[in-house]
């Protein structure tokens, strides 16, 4: 049986005692993303009604980092909000990246011109203390080497999915669980030309040059779970619930699962209570390769990819109504994991890979929630 437990991380934040607050909201954007007008060439037809944009230049072509995980600010019912979403992105270790962890771009939807929106990176940090913690901290080897202050530290870990929940922020840990974040406690930090220190230095915060950070508050060490690789706000048997799933490979010979955690009305899992259990269907298989999924009222949506090339993607969304198969739609390469804004009705994702990569085109994508209907399917 699946279970959690809570780890409040809350004496360390003192570190930052001395240094103003700044909202998500009211962070200086500095990066344009711009947007596609047409879905032409990514496996998205125009009845799905799809809007697209690219990240700045720099990020679309690097090898550093690569974005996994998607959110956004109305994900928890709070349509009164501003609209905004959330990538998070991880340090590769195939680029000697893998020591400045996780960073996030919070992306502001509603300003902006027709053509561009703007966004921020902001890095991910946890107490530094956890360093000495293999699993808060299971730092490569080969990474690179850099200097560690006190303070805080990176956070290397995959961040495979992200969950928005009133003002917490759910990063899934693959072997961990969740780490959770606290977007009301971003911090801003100092220029470091050089990216080579993390940490507080007297009176300055440093992050690899990120002019901003947010700290860890806490994690779930869970079991029976692992691996953790993507989550999301959703419903279960019982109410509102997280959704996190496995990407397992079909030569793993495990049956991939989804596990639905309920919610308190703080924004917390309920660890009192058993995480419900279910094991999603692809076209009357296995689920492999789930890269992200969204599950309500019965009914189940799921990113997958490894499946076969259609027009240079092996991705697909599987739509499955309750005790019914799952069924196959189009869908763009290297996607990844999936968030629905439901006063809007649309499912975003966003692709993985640099342009520079076999298939790449990285991209967030927003789509017709209600065209993915399993009754409407009709597409191969």
Same mark, same amino acid.
């Given at each position: ?94 680029? +000697?990246?893998?020591?400045? &962890?996780? *960073? /996030?771009?919070?992306? $502001? !939807?509603?300003?902006?011109? @027709?053509?561009?929106?703007? #966004? ?76 080579? +220190?993390?940490?507080?230095? &007297?009176? *300055? /915060?440093?992050?690899? $040059? !990120?002019?901003?950070?947010? @700290?860890?508050?806490?994690? #779930? ?160």
């Amino acid at each position: 049986m699946a279970s959690t437990k809570y780890n409040k991380e809350s004496d360390w934040l003192s570190v930052f005692d001395d240094h103003a607050r700044v909202r998500w909201d009211a962070l200086d954007l500095n990066r344009p993303a711009r947007r596609l007008r047409a879905a032409d060439g990514f496996n998205i037809t125009a009845q799905h009604k799809p809007q697209l944009w690219q990240w700045h230049k720099t990020d679309a072509a690097t090898l550093k980092w690569r974005p996994q995980g998607i959110t956004g600010s109305r994900e928890a019912g709070s349509p009164d909000r501003p609209r905004w979403l959330a990538i998070s992105w991880y340090g590769r270790v195939e680029e +000697r990246n893998a020591h400045q &962890g996780v *960073r /996030l771009s919070l992306l $502001d !939807y509603e300003r902006g011109s @027709p053509s561009f929106l703007e #966004y921020r990176h902001v890095l991910l940090v946890q107490d530094a203390k956890n360093i000495k913690n293999s699993d808060l901290f299971p730092l490569p080897d080969n990474a690179r080497r850099y200097k560690q202050l006190a303070g805080f530290a990176p956070v290397p870990i995959h961040a495979g999915g992200i969950a928005w929940v009133g003002n917490l922020l759910y990063v899934a840990d693959t072997a961990l669980g969740f780490r959770i974040f606290d977007l009301t406690r971003i911090h801003a930090a100092h220029a470091d030309p050089g990216r080579s +220190r993390c940490g507080v230095d &007297g009176d *300055r /915060l440093y992050a690899f $040059d !990120y002019r901003y950070v947010l @700290p860890e508050i806490g994690y #779930y060490r869970m079991s029976g779970t692992q691996p953790n690789s993507f989550v999301s706000v959703g419903t279960g048997e019982d109410g509102r619930c997280l959704w996190t799933g496995q990407y397992l490979k079909k030569s793993v010979k495990l049956v991939p699962s989804l596990f639905g955690w309920p919610l308190q009305p703080n924004g917390h899992i309920d660890t009192s209570r058993a995480a419900e259990a279910f094991k999603p269907d692809d076209s009357g298989g296995r689920a492999y390769n789930m890269q992200g999924a969204y599950r309500a009222a019965g009914s189940t949506w799921l990113s997958v990819t490894g499946r076969p090339s259609h027009k240079r993607s092996t991705a697909r969304l599987i739509s499955q109504a309750p005790r019914r198969k799952g069924l196959r739609w189009r869908w763009p390469h290297g996607s990844e994991d999936l968030y629905l804004e439901a006063e809007t009705g649309t499912l975003w994702s966003l692709t993985e890979f640099a342009a520079s990569e076999s298939s790449g085109e990285r991209f967030v994508f927003g789509v017709s929630f209600p065209t993915y209907a399993p009754k409407l399917h009709t597409a191969a």
